[in-house]
Structures are given as structure tokens and as C-alpha cells.
């Protein structure tokens, strides 16, 4: 029973536990590693330094890496400017590329230990002395308040914490102040791009998300929607997508990489998204054009 039940469970839920137990090793590099670079037997393997067995898995079949590209690039912080770096961030989970970009807290050092001060043998008994001495003067001149001093087994004076005056009424108090309302945001990306220059050559179109929730399709050839899903974005997200007309005329942006892979995003019925030609430069630089008649 236990095996059928195995055997039985969803092909999706099984690429969802391997896809978060690949990005837990991801997670673990360093900031120098880049975190598509694997082995060409070990996706989440790799070496300090260069090999012939590295590969990169940013997209497509894992892809053979020159000595150079590895000690230039892909083992050193700049890698996030590596144009197939940032052709695969497009078809990453938001989630997972949030964790990969977000620096590990570093763990504070341990507090200084106070040194310990020996009492005499024969000290003990002038130093309570000296202190009842030091109660007294205190509760003469400065009142009962500042004579509330503690005498431990080993007549040291312990200081009680003072306990904080309320703030009178009437008297009003500095607080910071409040951050400028935000302007409504918009589906292009957070930061500006570089749009296209002559010579550049179009490769695809991207789809391009808010956080928040997003209906997805699935639509047969005649147009017809067959399945529909909910999808949620933890992020600003983007991921490549195909543009296909159906025979009835309906135009879907079906999604070619990533966790959506075959869902369409529909005009008028998944949400808020945008639609963005991408060309690439002779210099590998991405840039990209909004198609104005998809927005919704």
C-alpha cells in the first residue's frame, strides 16, 4: 500500500520537492559562486577553482565554460552581470532568486567576559563597613531613592534599574516622520532598462508581473480554455513567454521556461501583466521593448 501510494504521488509535486532541495544546496554558496554554475554530473555540485567538468545550467542544455569565463566570471561577484546569468534569472521561481540574492546574517561576536575581582581575606569585613557607611550618606542627602543599594553574600552593591518617568500630559513627544506617500507602482521593472539600439537583434518575448496573484490558462489550439490555475508571486517577476493565436482569434502569452512552463497568460483575464520584446546587443547587453496594447 505504502509503495502504491509512492508510486501514485503527482509528477508536479515530485519537481517541486527536487526543485526546493536543489535550491537549499544553491543557497548555501558563497557570494563569489555563481549559482548556475554545476558539474556536468552534479547540477548543484562545484569546484573553488577552474575545471573542464564545471557547466553552466542558466538555460537550456548545460553549457561547456572556457578556464577564462570560470575565473573571470562565474567565480567572482561580478557574475551577475553575465548576460546568460541574466537570461536565466527570467525563468527562476521569485521566491528562490529573493533567498539567492539575500545575504546570510553574520552571527555576532560572543559578549567580553568581565574579569574577576578577588576579595581579600581580610577585606571583607572594612568594605561592608565602608558600604553601610556609603547607604547612609545616601539616604541622608539624597533621599530614600538613592539609598536602595543591595548588599550580596559577598558585599558587593548592586544598583537596582531605575524605572522610567512617564511623560508628562500635554507635552508631546518627537517621533519620526512619516515616509512620502509612494507613487501607484507600475509592471515595468522596479528599475529602468535599456531599451533597444539599432544592430540589436530580437530574441523572444518575457512577460512581466507584480507581487500578488495572477490567473493562468491552459488554452487548446481553437482557443478554447481548457484548465485554469491561480498563480502567486512572492516578488516583481518576469519569465519568457511565446506569442500564439489561436483559430478563433484569441491571442494567450504562453509561458516556454520556468515552474509555469505551458500556462498562458490571457488579456482581460489573468491580471495585471505586461509584454516586453527582448533583443540582445553584439556587446550581450539585453534591452527591451514594452508592447503597448498588452497591458491590462
Avoid at 43 to 69: I, K, M, N, W
Avoid at 179 to 204: C, N, V
Avoid at 219 to 235: K, M, N, P, Y
Wanted: hydrophobic fraction near 35%; proline fraction near 11%.
Amino acid at each position: 500500500m505504502f509503495g502504491r501510494r509512492q508510486r501514485e504521488e503527482p509528477e508536479e509535486a515530485i519537481r517541486e520537492r527536487e526543485r526546493r532541495a536543489l535550491f537549499a544546496e544553491l543557497a548555501k554558496r558563497p557570494d563569489t559562486v555563481c549559482p548556475f554554475l554545476g558539474l556536468a554530473g552534479a547540477r548543484a555540485g562545484y569546484h573553488d577553482g577552474v575545471t573542464p567538468e564545471h557547466r553552466c545550467y542558466a538555460f537550456g542544455e548545460p553549457a561547456d565554460l572556457s578556464s577564462e569565463q570560470q575565473e573571470r566570471v562565474c567565480l567572482q561577484r561580478g557574475y551577475g552581470n553575465c548576460p546568460r546569468y541574466l537570461r536565466g534569472v527570467l525563468v527562476i521561481p521569485t521566491e528562490e532568486l529573493e533567498a539567492l540574492r539575500r545575504p546570510q546574517p553574520a552571527m555576532p561576536p560572543p559578549p567580553p567576559r568581565q574579569p574577576t575581582v578577588a576579595i581579600p581575606a581580610g577585606g571583607g569585613r572594612r568594605r561592608r563597613g565602608l558600604v553601610l557607611a556609603l547607604v547612609l550618606v545616601l539616604l541622608v542627602g539624597g533621599g530614600a531613592g538613592a539609598g536602595l543599594l543591595l548588599l550580596n553574600k559577598n558585599g558587593v552593591a548592586a544598583v537596582p534599574t531605575p524605572t522610567p518617568r512617564p511623560t508628562p500630559t500635554g507635552v508631546a513627544t518627537a517621533s519620526p516622520s512619516a515616509p512620502a506617500a509612494s507613487s501607484t507602482p507600475t509592471i515595468e521593472t522596479p528599475i529602468p532598462e535599456p531599451t533597444p539600439k539599432p544592430g540589436d537583434k530580437f530574441i523572444g518575448y518575457e512577460v512581466t508581473v507584480l507581487q500578488g496573484d495572477n490567473v493562468l490558462f491552459t488554452v487548446g489550439g481553437d482557443g478554447e480554455i481548457l484548465a485554469s490555475r491561480q498563480a502567486t508571486f512572492s516578488r516583481f517577476s518576469k519569465a519568457p513567454v511565446d506569442s500564439i493565436l489561436a483559430s478563433n482569434g484569441l491571442r494567450h502569452w504562453r509561458t516556454s521556461q520556468g515552474y509555469y512552463t505551458g500556462w498562458s497568460y490571457i488579456k482581460g483575464q489573468s491580471g495585471p501583466f505586461l509584454i516586453r520584446e527582448v533583443y540582445q546587443g553584439s556587446d550581450g547587453q539585453l534591452r527591451y521593448n514594452i508592447l503597448p496594447d498588452s497591458e491590462t
